[in-house]
C-alpha cells in the first residue's frame, strides 16, 4: 500500500515534468511567419542587441512586407551578450548584421573579411551627461571628474574626444566601469555618464528626481555630443560577408535587402509612432513613451540624410578610421594599427538600391524631416 | 526516514519564518542604514538605502500588479513573469533530463570498466572548468547549422544542451561513488551467488547509489537552472526569466520594482524544481538510509 503510493508519486513527479518538457517545446517551436511561397529567399539578418526601436526600420520593413515584396524571406535574430554580429556573419549563420563600424574594423585587421554596404546611422547617438551642478560643459572640463565608461567598444569616441581636449586619459581622470543602466550616474558615483540619446539619457528623464519631486528635466543636465566636438564614429551599418558579395546573385540579394531596409527606416520617419508599436508588436518590453521616444532619437541620427540613406560618407569613414587607429583607450591599445582594406565598405549597393528607390518616388533624403516632441512618463511608462 | 507531521509542520513553519525575517532585514536595513550605504576604505562594503538601490518590497510587488507596458493589450507583470518561469522551467527540465541520462550512463560505463574510469573521470572534471560564455556562442554557432532533414536546430536547444552539460557532472561523480559504495562484504557475497555484473548492478549497487544519488540530483536541478539562465542571456534567447532580467534592467532607475520581476520568476522556478526533487526523493524513501552529500 505505501509501496504503490510512493510509486504514484514518482509518476506523478515525472508526469510533471513531461508537462513542462512539452510546454517548453511547444512554446518555442513557432512557425516562421512566412507566407508560404516557396519563391521568396531566405535572409537571416543579425541584431547587435534586443528588440528596440533602434531596429525600428528592419521590423517596419519585414512588417510592412517591404522584404518581402522584394522577394526576401527574412529572419530577424536578436543578439545575446555574447553574440558578436560579425561572427555570425563571417560564420555564414546569418546574411548581414547590424554593427558599429568600430567594432568591426576590429574585427576586420583580425582577418574577417566583412564589407560595411549601407551606413544606416550617419549620426553618432553616443553621449557623456552630467547633472548641471557638476559644471561639466566642455570635454576639457572632464578633467579630475569620475567619467563612465561601457568599454567594450563603446568607449572610443569618448576616449577620443577626451585627448584630443587634452586630456591624459591614464592620469587625467577617473575612469568608472559603467553598468547598463544609470543608477550609478543618479546615485553620484559617476560624475559624466555615457548615454545614447534614444536610450539611457531617455532614462535619466523617466526617473523621478528626488528634490523635486518630479522628473528629471533636459533642463538639469549638460551633455557632450561627439557629433559636434568632432570625434564621432560611425554606427549602425548593414555588414555583409565580402566573398559572399563576389556572387551575382548575392550581390542582387544583397540590393533588394538594403533597399526594403531602407523603404522601412522610410516608413519609420514618417510613422513613427506606428513603427513604435511595431517593435512593441516583435516583443519588445520597453515602456511605451520610452520605445516612441528611441524611435524618435533614432530618426534624428538618420535624417535627414546628406547622400541618400545608407551612402557612406569618405569623410565620416575616414574620421573612424582614424580614431581607430590613433586613439589608445586604458588599456593602452588602439582599434587597429594599420587602415581596413578597401572592400570593408562598398557604396555599389546602397546605390543601386537608392536609385530604383528614388525611380520609384520614395523621399530618401528626408531634407523636410522634422522629429517629433516625445513626452517621457515616468519609467518610460 | 520517515517525518512525523508535527516535525513537518515545523519545518515549513521554519521556511516561513526564514522568509519573513529575510523581508524584515531587507525593510530595516532600508529603514535605518545609511542612505550613502556603508563604505570602508573606499569600498561599499553595504549597499545604499535609496529607492532606487533597494525598492520598498511593497514597490517590487505592486509592480507585479500593473501591465507589464501601458499599451493596450499588454499583460500583467505578474503573468508575463510566470509564462517566463514556465519556459525557462521547461528548458531546465529538458537539460536537467538529458544531464541525468548522459551523468548516469557515464557513472555505469565508469563503475563497469575500470579503464573508462581513469579516461572518462579527468575529462569529466576538466568539462567544468570550461566558462559558459565561451561555450554559449559556440553551441549556439554550431547548432544553427545542424539540420534534421526539414527541422532547424532550435535556440532553445543549444540552451538546454548548456543546461545538460552543467547538470550531468555531479549526476555522473555522485552515481559513480553511490555505485561503488557497496562494501566489498556485500559484492562478494553476490559473486558467491554467482550472480552477474547486471543483477548485481540491480540489486545491490543501484539501491546502494540511492543515498548518493540524490543530492546529486538536487545540485543538477541547481545547475540546470543557473546554466538555462545564464545561457539564455548569452545566447540571447527570449522568452525566459534570463532575457526579462536583461530587457528589464533599463527600467531599474525609471521603474525600479520592474527588475525585481524575473528575480521573484527565477525563485518559483528554483522552488519548483527543489520540490520537484524532494517528491523523487520521498518515492525514493525507503532506499535513503541517510544522505551523503557529493
Same mark, same amino acid.
Given at each position: 500500500?505505501?509501496?504503490?503510493? @510512493?510509486?504514484?508519486?514518482?509518476?506523478?513527479?515525472?508526469?510533471?515534468?513531461?508537462?513542462?518538457?512539452?510546454?517548453?517545446?511547444?512554446?518555442?517551436?513557432?512557425?516562421?511567419?512566412?507566407?508560404?511561397?516557396? /519563391?521568396?529567399?531566405?535572409?537571416?539578418?543579425?541584431?547587435?542587441?534586443?528588440?528596440?526601436?533602434?531596429?525600428?526600420?528592419?521590423?517596419?520593413?519585414?512588417?510592412?512586407?517591404?522584404? /518581402?515584396?522584394?522577394?526576401?524571406?527574412?529572419?530577424?535574430?536578436?543578439?545575446?551578450?555574447?553574440?558578436?554580429?560579425?561572427?555570425?556573419?563571417?560564420?555564414?549563420?546569418?546574411?548581414?548584421?547590424?554593427?558599429?563600424?568600430?567594432?568591426?574594423?576590429?574585427?576586420?585587421?583580425?582577418?574577417?573579411?566583412?564589407?560595411?554596404?549601407?551606413?544606416?546611422?550617419? @549620426?553618432?547617438?553616443?553621449?557623456?551627461?552630467?547633472?548641471?551642478? /557638476?559644471?561639466?560643459?566642455?570635454?576639457?572640463?572632464?578633467?579630475?571628474?569620475?567619467?563612465?565608461?561601457?568599454?567594450?567598444?563603446?568607449?572610443?569616441?569618448?576616449? $577620443?574626444?577626451?585627448?584630443?581636449?587634452?586630456?591624459?586619459?591614464?592620469?587625467?581622470?577617473?575612469?568608472?566601469?559603467?553598468?547598463?543602466?544609470?543608477?550609478?550616474?543618479?546615485?553620484?558615483?559617476?560624475?559624466?555618464?555615457?548615454?545614447?540619446?534614444?536610450?539611457?539619457?531617455?532614462?535619466?528623464?523617466?526617473?523621478?528626481?528626488?528634490?523635486?519631486?518630479?522628473?528629471?528635466? $533636459?533642463?538639469?543636465?549638460?551633455?557632450?555630443?561627439?557629433?559636434?566636438?568632432?570625434?564621432?564614429?560611425?554606427?549602425?551599418?548593414?555588414?555583409?560577408?565580402?566573398?559572399?558579395?563576389?556572387?551575382?546573385?548575392?550581390?542582387?540579394?544583397?540590393?533588394?535587402?538594403?533597399?526594403?531596409?531602407?523603404?522601412?527606416?522610410?516608413?519609420? @520617419?514618417?510613422?513613427?509612432?506606428?513603427?513604435?508599436?511595431?517593435?512593441?508588436?516583435?516583443?519588445?518590453?520597453?515602456?511605451?513613451?520610452?520605445?516612441?521616444?528611441?524611435?524618435?532619437?533614432?530618426?534624428?541620427?538618420?535624417?535627414?540624410?546628406?547622400?541618400?540613406?545608407?551612402?557612406?560618407?569618405?569623410?565620416?569613414?575616414?574620421?573612424?578610421?582614424?580614431?581607430?587607429?590613433?586613439?589608445?583607450?586604458?588599456?593602452?591599445?588602439?582599434?587597429?594599427? $594599420?587602415?581596413?582594406?578597401?572592400?570593408?565598405?562598398?557604396?555599389?549597393?546602397?546605390?543601386?538600391?537608392?536609385?530604383?528607390?528614388?525611380?520609384?518616388?520614395?523621399?530618401?533624403?528626408?531634407?523636410?524631416?522634422?522629429?517629433?516632441?516625445?513626452?517621457?512618463?515616468?519609467?518610460?511608462? | 526516514?520517515?517525518?512525523?507531521?508535527?516535525?513537518?509542520?515545523?519545518?515549513?513553519?521554519?521556511?516561513?519564518?526564514?522568509?519573513?525575517?529575510?523581508?524584515?532585514?531587507?525593510?530595516?536595513?532600508?529603514?535605518?542604514?545609511?542612505?550613502?550605504?556603508?563604505?570602508?576604505?573606499?569600498?561599499?562594503?553595504?549597499?545604499?538605502?535609496?529607492?532606487?538601490?533597494?525598492?520598498?518590497?511593497?514597490?517590487?510587488?505592486?509592480?507585479?500588479?500593473?501591465?507589464?507596458?501601458?499599451?493596450?493589450?499588454?499583460?500583467?507583470?505578474?503573468?508575463?513573469?510566470?509564462?517566463?518561469?514556465?519556459?525557462?522551467?521547461?528548458?531546465?527540465?529538458?537539460?536537467?533530463?538529458?544531464?541525468?541520462?548522459?551523468?548516469?550512463?557515464?557513472?555505469?560505463?565508469?563503475?563497469?570498466?575500470?579503464?573508462?574510469?581513469?579516461?572518462?573521470?579527468?575529462?569529466?572534471?576538466?568539462?567544468?572548468?570550461?566558462?559558459?560564455?565561451?561555450?554559449?556562442?559556440?553551441?549556439?554557432?554550431?547548432?544553427?547549422?545542424?539540420?534534421?532533414?526539414?527541422?532547424?536546430?532550435?535556440?532553445?536547444?543549444?540552451?538546454?544542451?548548456?543546461?545538460?552539460?552543467?547538470?550531468?557532472?555531479?549526476?555522473?561523480?555522485?552515481?559513480?561513488?553511490?555505485?561503488?559504495?557497496?562494501?566489498?562484504?556485500?559484492?562478494?557475497?553476490?559473486?558467491?551467488?554467482?550472480?552477474?555484473?547486471?543483477?548485481?548492478?540491480?540489486?545491490?549497487?543501484?539501491?546502494?547509489?540511492?543515498?548518493?544519488?540524490?543530492?546529486?540530483?538536487?545540485?543538477?536541478?541547481?545547475?540546470?537552472?543557473?546554466?538555462?539562465?545564464?545561457?539564455?542571456?548569452?545566447?540571447?534567447?527570449?522568452?525566459?526569466?534570463?532575457?526579462?532580467?536583461?530587457?528589464?534592467?533599463?527600467?531599474?532607475?525609471?521603474?525600479?520594482?520592474?527588475?525585481?520581476?524575473?528575480?521573484?520568476?527565477?525563485?518559483?522556478?528554483?522552488?519548483?524544481?527543489?520540490?520537484?526533487?524532494?517528491?523523487?526523493?520521498?518515492?525514493?524513501?525507503?532506499?535513503?538510509?541517510?544522505?551523503?552529500?557529493?
Amino acid at each position: 500500500m505505501k509501496h504503490s503510493t @510512493r510509486i504514484m508519486i514518482g509518476v506523478g513527479a515525472m508526469a510533471a515534468v513531461t508537462a513542462l518538457v512539452l510546454s517548453g517545446c511547444s512554446s518555442t517551436t513557432s512557425p516562421s511567419a512566412s507566407g508560404g511561397s516557396t /519563391k521568396l529567399t531566405p535572409v537571416t539578418l543579425q541584431l547587435q542587441w534586443v528588440t528596440q526601436a533602434q531596429f525600428a526600420g528592419y521590423y517596419a520593413a519585414l512588417a510592412q512586407g517591404y522584404y /518581402k515584396k522584394e522577394g526576401l524571406d527574412v529572419t530577424i535574430k536578436q543578439a545575446g551578450t555574447d553574440t558578436v554580429p560579425i561572427t555570425s556573419v563571417a560564420k555564414g549563420e546569418a546574411d548581414y548584421a547590424i554593427s558599429w563600424v568600430p567594432k568591426v574594423l576590429g574585427s576586420i585587421e583580425q582577418g574577417v573579411s566583412v564589407t560595411d554596404v549601407a551606413q544606416i546611422f550617419e @549620426r553618432s547617438g553616443t553621449t557623456q551627461i552630467s547633472f548641471k551642478d /557638476k559644471n561639466i560643459t566642455s570635454v576639457a572640463a572632464l578633467k579630475g571628474k569620475k567619467v563612465g565608461s561601457w568599454g567594450f567598444g563603446n568607449q572610443w569616441e569618448l576616449f $577620443a574626444g577626451m585627448q584630443k581636449a587634452g586630456i591624459n586619459t591614464d592620469t587625467g581622470i577617473n575612469l568608472v566601469q559603467q553598468a547598463f543602466d544609470m543608477k550609478g550616474f543618479l546615485a553620484g558615483d559617476i560624475d559624466a555618464a555615457q548615454a545614447m540619446t534614444y536610450n539611457e539619457y531617455a532614462q535619466v528623464l523617466e526617473t523621478v528626481n528626488p528634490k523635486t519631486g518630479k522628473l528629471f528635466t $533636459a533642463d538639469d543636465l549638460n551633455v557632450i555630443n561627439w557629433n559636434k566636438d568632432g570625434t564621432a564614429m560611425l554606427q549602425d551599418a548593414i555588414w555583409a560577408d565580402t566573398t559572399k558579395l563576389k556572387d551575382a546573385a548575392f550581390q542582387k540579394e544583397t540590393i533588394a535587402f538594403i533597399k526594403a531596409s531602407i523603404e522601412g527606416w522610410v516608413y519609420t @520617419r514618417d510613422n513613427p509612432q506606428k513603427a513604435a508599436d511595431i517593435v512593441t508588436k516583435a516583443g519588445s518590453t520597453l515602456g511605451t513613451s520610452h520605445q516612441l521616444w528611441m524611435t524618435n532619437e533614432v530618426n534624428k541620427l538618420l535624417w535627414p540624410s546628406t547622400d541618400g540613406l545608407g551612402v557612406i560618407i569618405p569623410a565620416a569613414w575616414q574620421q573612424t578610421v582614424k580614431i581607430a587607429k590613433a586613439t589608445k583607450d586604458n588599456t593602452g591599445k588602439t582599434i587597429i594599427t $594599420a587602415a581596413p582594406p578597401s572592400t570593408a565598405y562598398s557604396n555599389t549597393y546602397v546605390n543601386a538600391a537608392l536609385k530604383q528607390l528614388k525611380a520609384e518616388g520614395v523621399d530618401v533624403m528626408g531634407t523636410s524631416y522634422t522629429p517629433l516632441t516625445v513626452t517621457l512618463n515616468e519609467g518610460g511608462k | 526516514m520517515r517525518a512525523r507531521p508535527g516535525v513537518r509542520a515545523r519545518s515549513a513553519l521554519l521556511g516561513v519564518a526564514g522568509v519573513a525575517l529575510l523581508a524584515l532585514v531587507w525593510e530595516l536595513y532600508k529603514a535605518v542604514g545609511p542612505a550613502t550605504g556603508v563604505v570602508v576604505g573606499g569600498v561599499t562594503v553595504l549597499p545604499r538605502t535609496s529607492d532606487l538601490a533597494m525598492p520598498h518590497l511593497v514597490t517590487m510587488f505592486a509592480r507585479l500588479g500593473d501591465p507589464v507596458i501601458s499599451t493596450p493589450g499588454s499583460p500583467m507583470l505578474w503573468s508575463a513573469v510566470v509564462g517566463a518561469a514556465g519556459f525557462t522551467l521547461g528548458i531546465a527540465a529538458v537539460g536537467w533530463i538529458v544531464g541525468v541520462v548522459v551523468g548516469f550512463l557515464l557513472a555505469l560505463v565508469m563503475q563497469r570498466f575500470r579503464t573508462a574510469e581513469s579516461a572518462l573521470l579527468p575529462w569529466i572534471v576538466l568539462s567544468q572548468t570550461v566558462p559558459l560564455i565561451a561555450l554559449a556562442p559556440l553551441v549556439a554557432g554550431i547548432g544553427s547549422q545542424v539540420r534534421f532533414g526539414e527541422a532547424r536546430w532550435q535556440d532553445w536547444m543549444s540552451v538546454a544542451l548548456i543546461a545538460s552539460y552543467l547538470a550531468f557532472f555531479p549526476v555522473s561523480i555522485g552515481a559513480l561513488r553511490g555505485l561503488e559504495s557497496p562494501d566489498a562484504a556485500h559484492v562478494e557475497l553476490m559473486h558467491t551467488y554467482s550472480v552477474g555484473w547486471w543483477k548485481t548492478l540491480i540489486h545491490l549497487r543501484l539501491p546502494a547509489s540511492i543515498p548518493y544519488l540524490l543530492p546529486a540530483l538536487r545540485l543538477a536541478a541547481a545547475s540546470a537552472v543557473v546554466g538555462t539562465v545564464v545561457a539564455e542571456v548569452s545566447i540571447g534567447l527570449s522568452g525566459g526569466v534570463g532575457r526579462m532580467m536583461v530587457e528589464y534592467a533599463s527600467a531599474s532607475s525609471g521603474n525600479p520594482g520592474k527588475p525585481w520581476a524575473p528575480i521573484f520568476g527565477a525563485i518559483i522556478i528554483g522552488l519548483v524544481s527543489a520540490g520537484f526533487v524532494a517528491v523523487l526523493g520521498l518515492a525514493l524513501a525507503r532506499y535513503r538510509r541517510g544522505e551523503v552529500n557529493a
